[in-house]
């Protein structure tokens, strides 16, 4: 004989023990679905409002000379904005929330350190630390070492893209003076350093991991980053040596 179905109103007019504690499973999973499309939702604001900083900062033409102040304005004005929206993401990243959500909190973290060290070097030439990065933060919101190695590895992007562009519309390559020495240094010089510092990094733990074929994959990208400003500085070389130094003066005779 088949069972008979009851409702959900039958079952629980039944003095059954367990009800109640499927009840409250399914008001803490429901809890956590909104939260974390809140958390989604907060992220892929930060990761747009990051991009329009880093194109804006794509408008500076130096580096440590300090940003135009209309630029800084308008890069302050994202920031402060992307403050707001962690603001409100900290209210669901607490406790074991921080690492119940780090993977749709994570995309906008990264793009928020990558627009972060783009500002940072172009203001200051240097590389933004975790701790200062954690700073511009400011609300109790978990920077993990790999959301801000990762962040550093799209940086190598930027940096790239600033100095073609430079190259394309000055026609030299950007230098920096050193703190530490008379002598300036190229933004090549910046890049290549970067790539050898991450190039030394272990990451043999991460091998078979989602993590470890991400950085796999940004290691590519910033590599190909490095050897297209290479590529542009070696044009820009061999295309001075092949111009005359001295231009023949016109004649108005004919031949």
Not at 173 to 190: A, E
Request: proline fraction near 4%; hydrophobic fraction near 35%; charge should be neutral.
């Amino acid at each position: 004989m088949p069972a008979e179905k009851r409702s959900y109103e039958e079952m629980a007019a039944n003095s059954n023990p367990f009800l109640p504690i499927f009840d409250g499973f399914r008001i803490e999973i429901d809890e956590n679905h909104l939260a974390r499309e809140r958390i989604i939702k907060a992220s892929r604001d930060v990761t747009a409002l990051s991009k329009k900083a880093i194109f804006s900062l794509q408008r500076v033409r130096t580096i440590s000379s300090g940003i135009p102040p209309a630029i800084s304005t308008e890069v302050q004005g994202r920031f402060d904005a992307i403050s707001e929206l962690f603001k409100t993401m900290s209210k669901d990243l607490q406790g074991i929330n921080s690492w119940r959500y780090q993977r749709q909190a994570s995309p906008g973290i990264q793009e928020f350190i990558e627009a972060l060290s783009f500002e940072h070097y172009l203001r200051t030439g240097k590389l933004v630390t975790r701790e200062v990065a954690m700073e511009g933060m400011i609300w109790n919101i978990p920077l993990t070492a790999d959301d801000y190695a990762l962040g550093l590895f799209d940086l190598s992007g930027e940096i790239m893209r600033f100095a073609v562009t430079a190259i394309a519309t000055t026609g030299s390559l950007p230098h920096l003076k050193s703190s530490h020495s008379s002598i300036s240094r190229s933004i090549l010089t910046d890049l290549r350093h970067l790539r050898s510092s991450f190039e030394a990094l272990d990451t043999t733990s991460c091998h078979g991991t989602s993590l470890g074929g991400e950085i796999g994959k940004k290691m590519e990208t910033m590599v190909q980053s490095v050897e297209k400003v290479e590529n542009a500085a070696c044009s820009l070389i061999i295309r001075d040596q092949e111009q005359p130094k001295h231009k023949p003066e016109p004649t108005n005779s004919l031949v």
